[in-house]
């Protein structure tokens, strides 16, 4: 059963660039079966999805977040990582890294990990 | 964009009763690209079903879902203790980008 942990700062400073890793466990990240991607959850605007990306490097990211995003594969570590950039009050949330396995739903998730964006 | 919108934002029931929740799309949803999920407090997302009925593995058989096109139900029969949670469609129909309803908080009445 695959397992997936979040990693990185959990405060942030305006205008800087939020920086999380997410380590895989219990599978391979270059399995051809899977998709790995970031979701983000505020009390505001619930569950969002922030991006995708495929063992080939292959990317998908939510137009919303207008090309801040930017979402990369590491398959010696199996981890993929998330770098969103030109943080505000407003990408305050708790991060999930999952996965997506033979559909487009969310099938494993990571335990979250909060990010503040404070100065 | 394709909007999911959930109801009713709180639903109240007794244990060992049934609770019935929707999830309505702004689109027509094709071969059934819905999901639900269980969220607890301090927790992840947990997936419970897939394309709109299908449970996923470990879910109990009181969990059963329904529906088609922009209209779908989640339905918990005789609610037990550990049920008592937030609940959340998401559609992969239409891309970009996944989204979500805004959640369905089943509390103890």
Redesign the interface.
Known sequence: QLQLEESGPGLVKPSETLSLTCTVSGGSISSANYYWGWIRQTPGK????IADIYYSGRT?????LKSRVTISIDTSKNQFSLKLSSVTAADTAVY?C?SHNS?????Y????TLVTVSS | ?MVMTQSPATLSVSPGERATLSCRASQTIIAG?L?W?QQKPG?????LI??ASTR?TGIPARFSGSGSGTEFTLTISNLQSEDFAVY?C?Q?NN?????????TKVEIK
């Open positions: 619930g569950l969002e999805w998908f990211d939510n137009p919303s999930y999952a559909g487009w739903y969310f099938d998730w990571g335990l979250g | 964009e690209n999901a999920y927790q992840a997302p947990r997936l897939y394309g996923a959340y998401q992969y891309w970009p980008p996944w989204t979500f309803g805004q959640g």
